[in-house]
């Protein structure tokens, strides 16, 4: 049998390896047309990527993309909530919020976790809890 009719192969070269389908079909021998037939039978995505970047209001956010359709976007200030806890569960529910109003000045010390009605709160007065 050719290599990348073999799911644990041609998922290691891909993704893990990072080699394009032109590469592995040179290889083997077929066109990357082929590979990428075979890709798709084994539903091996897109090698995962990640990329820092700032939203229009100022936060930051780290999004990851998994293939196409497969994406996930984390905001840098709920991403540091996680070191204030002992389970993520902890944070179901509720909010992250930055105790100046700058919403990319993310330090431990800048954020608190709070219930939503807590962080309405804090915003119906000027926003800032210290």
Same mark, same amino acid.
């Given at each position: 049998m050719?290599?990348?009719k073999n799911e644990e192969w041609l998922q290691e070269q891909y993704i893990e390896n990072e080699r394009t389908q032109e590469s592995i079909?040179?290889?083997c021998?077929?066109?990357?047309?082929?590979?990428?037939?075979?890709?798709?039978k084994f539903? @091996?995505?897109?090698?995962t990527t990640?990329?820092?970047?700032?939203?229009?209001?100022?936060? =930051?956010?780290?999004?990851?993309e998994a293939g196409v359709g497969k994406a996930d976007t984390v905001l840098i200030h709920r991403l540091l909530a996680t070191l204030q806890v002992e389970e993520l569960g902890e944070l179901d529910g509720?909010?992250?919020h930055h105790k100046s109003s @700058?919403?990319?000045?993310?330090?431990p010390e800048n954020i608190e976790i709070v219930t939503p009605e =807590?962080?309405?709160?804090?915003?119906?007065g000027d926003g800032v809890t210290e």
């Open positions: 050719s290599n990348y079909a040179s290889e021998g077929v066109s990357d047309t082929t590979i990428h037939r075979w890709r798709k539903d @091996i995505g897109e090698p990640a990329q820092f970047g700032i939203q229009t209001d100022g936060y =930051e956010q780290w999004m990851c509720k909010h992250v @700058i919403p990319w000045y993310n330090t =807590e962080h309405r709160e804090i915003h119906a």
